[in-house]
């Protein structure tokens, strides 16, 4: 109590925290019920809950900077970018939770919050985890005697053969931002490595970039690997044709790619999960991360405490992650969504151990920065790809233009 009560480093505008002041809290719809939830559980939490728009925070926050008012005291972001751009000078507003929130608390999170990690401080608490894994079919796979991948090696050699057995059907995506996550971010490819406070190293010439064109172009070429998105049309036609036999992706494909009617539309028994392939001289097979939710507590806040007690607790309670739509990033948590996905029906095989065991592989090399690759790959890497080009015609562009993102956000690039 007496820590909460403190002032934090970094400035606040409210040195007390006041445990009878109304809490403002800003969530998604997917959250709501979660929070909806808590406020339902905890009736003395005096607690107003509103929805609002995620591309426009920043510049509402920047508002309510000059202004002196209106910031909420709590926000859920399924932008992991946020907790570079809301720790920054520029906004000045996340809290640092190492003293809100118990340590053997956030023990529990393993390596899930290190993206939280801003400058040596907790700025944030993660809600999911993205990791990637490696969906497949695994009736088709065992019918055409086909042996899953543990390198990317035995990936590309798979996909050759696909290609020459099995024309028409694929192993993987190209045509989407995803090629980033689940391929590049993979590798370690340096496009938002952070090497101190205000810095980042980008090369898209690094070997771990290139060894991806390397890998990609030539699948993409011979029709293994489809130049169209995850959740393109013409990539549900081809699930449901029976020609998705391979899909590197995040943990929650299976459940939003595979599973609804309006996507691919799988029938029972088919999907399983196996481990990310490992890069060629790297001693683990790391993932990337698509996606990943934050919750953040504004140092405003008159009431810090009780902001962060609702961030633990959306982060951590079983009665909601349980039955969250996503893998939870806190540990016990996890078990008990994982315990309610062993029976589903849907997949061939219980997905939860292999989705357990990559939540603690995805690549620590890339962080949060305040600039956003999105658009960036999509103009770039997705453009010559969907155009019948090469990854790597759009690697040069490519650096381009994160450079000059990195640099108008106040970076300096090495």
Same mark, same amino acid.
């Given at each position: 109590?007496?820590?909460?009560?403190?002032?934090?480093?970094?400035?606040? #505008?409210?040195?007390?925290? $006041?445990? $009878?002041?109304?809490?403002?809290?800003?969530?998604?719809?997917?959250?709501?019920?979660?929070? !909806?939830?808590?406020?339902?559980?905890?009736?003395?939490?005096?607690?107003?809950?509103?929805?609002?728009?995620?591309?426009?925070?920043?510049?509402?926050?920047?508002?309510?900077?000059?202004?002196?008012?209106?910031?909420? $005291?709590?926000?859920?972001?399924?932008?992991?970018?946020?907790?570079?751009?809301?720790?920054?000078?520029?906004?000045?507003? =996340? !809290?640092?939770?190492?003293?809100?929130?118990?340590?053997? /608390?956030?023990?529990?999170?393993?390596? #899930?919050?290190?993206? +939280?990690?801003?400058?040596?401080?907790?700025? +944030?608490?993660? *809600?999911?985890?993205?990791?990637?894994?490696?969906?497949? *079919?695994?009736?088709?796979?065992?019918?055409?005697?086909?042996?899953?991948?543990?390198?990317?090696? !035995?990936?590309?050699?798979?996909?050759?053969? /696909?290609?020459?057995?099995?024309?028409?059907?694929?192993?993987?995506?190209?045509?989407? @931002?995803?090629?980033?996550?689940?391929?590049?971010?993979?590798?370690? +490819?340096?496009?938002?490595?952070?090497?101190?406070?205000?810095?980042?190293?980008?090369?898209?010439?690094?070997?771990? +970039?290139?060894?991806?064109?390397?890998?990609?172009?030539?699948?993409?070429?011979?029709?293994?690997?489809?130049?169209?998105?995850?959740?393109?049309?013409?990539?549900?036609?081809?699930?449901?044709?029976?020609?998705?036999?391979?899909?590197?992706?995040?943990?929650?494909?299976?459940?939003?790619?595979?599973?609804?009617?309006?996507?691919?539309?799988?029938?029972?028994?088919?999907?399983? =999960?196996?481990?990310?392939?490992?890069? @060629?001289?790297?001693?683990?097979?790391?993932?990337?991360?698509?996606?990943?939710?934050?919750?953040?507590?504004?140092?405003?806040? #008159?009431?810090?405490?009780?902001?962060?007690?609702?961030?633990?607790?959306?982060?951590?309670?079983?009665?909601?992650?349980?039955? #969250?739509?996503?893998?939870?990033?806190?540990?016990?948590?996890?078990?008990?969504?994982?315990?309610?996905?062993?029976?589903?029906?849907?997949?061939?095989?219980?997905?939860?151990? /292999?989705?357990?065991?990559?939540?603690?592989?995805?690549?620590?090399? !890339?962080?949060?920065?305040?600039?956003? /690759? $999105?658009?960036?790959?999509?103009?770039?890497?997705?453009?010559?790809?969907?155009?019948?080009?090469?990854?790597?015609?759009?690697?040069?562009?490519? @650096?381009?233009?994160?450079?000059?993102?990195?640099?108008?956000?106040?970076?300096?690039?090495?």
């Amino acid at each position: 109590m007496v820590l909460s009560a403190c002032t934090p480093s970094g400035g606040s #505008a409210t040195p007390q925290s $006041d445990p $009878d002041r109304p809490l403002l809290v800003w969530s998604d719809s997917t959250r709501q019920p979660g929070f !909806e939830q808590f406020k339902k559980a905890h009736p003395n939490v005096k607690m107003k809950i509103e929805t609002y728009d995620t591309s426009a925070l920043l510049t509402k926050i920047q508002l309510f900077n000059r202004t002196g008012k209106g910031h909420p $005291d709590v926000i859920f972001s399924p932008l992991p970018t946020h907790a570079a751009s809301l720790s920054s000078k520029l906004f000045d507003f =996340a !809290e640092p939770l190492d003293h809100l929130v118990p340590a053997s /608390v956030q023990q529990g999170f393993g390596s #899930a919050n290190d993206t +939280c990690k801003i400058d040596g401080k907790l700025v +944030c608490l993660k *809600n999911d985890l993205a990791q990637s894994v490696l969906w497949y *079919n695994k009736p088709l796979m065992d019918r055409w005697g086909y042996e899953i991948p543990t390198t990317w090696q !035995e990936y590309a050699d798979l996909g050759r053969r /696909v290609a020459k057995d099995h024309p028409g059907t694929i192993i993987g995506s190209a045509g989407g @931002q995803f090629v980033y996550y689940d391929f590049l971010y993979s590798s370690g +490819c340096p496009l938002q490595t952070v090497t101190g406070p205000g810095a980042v190293h980008i090369n898209t010439k690094d070997p771990k +970039c290139t060894r991806v064109t390397k890998l990609l172009d030539p699948l993409i070429k011979s029709g293994a690997v489809s130049r169209h998105g995850p959740f393109d049309p013409e990539m549900i036609k081809l699930s449901k044709k029976g020609k998705v036999l391979m899909m590197p992706g995040a943990s929650w494909y299976g459940d939003f790619l595979f599973k609804p009617a309006a996507s691919f539309a799988t029938p029972n028994g088919k999907i399983a =999960a196996a481990p990310y392939p490992k890069w @060629q001289g790297e001693s683990k097979n790391y993932s990337g991360a698509t996606g990943g939710g934050i919750y953040v507590v504004s140092k405003r806040s #008159a009431n810090k405490k009780g902001a962060a007690a609702v961030a633990q607790w959306m982060a951590t309670a079983n009665k909601y992650q349980a039955n #969250a739509p996503t893998y939870p990033a806190y540990g016990p948590a996890a078990k008990a969504w994982g315990a309610k996905h062993a029976s589903d029906t849907f997949y061939a095989t219980d997905p939860f151990p /292999v989705l357990q065991k990559q939540a603690n592989l995805i690549n620590p090399a !890339e962080k949060p920065t305040v600039y956003e /690759v $999105d658009a960036a790959i999509t103009s770039t890497l997705v453009a010559k790809v969907r155009a019948g080009g090469k990854l790597a015609d759009g690697m040069a562009d490519l @650096q381009t233009q994160l450079i000059q993102l990195a640099q108008s956000t106040g970076y300096t690039v090495n």
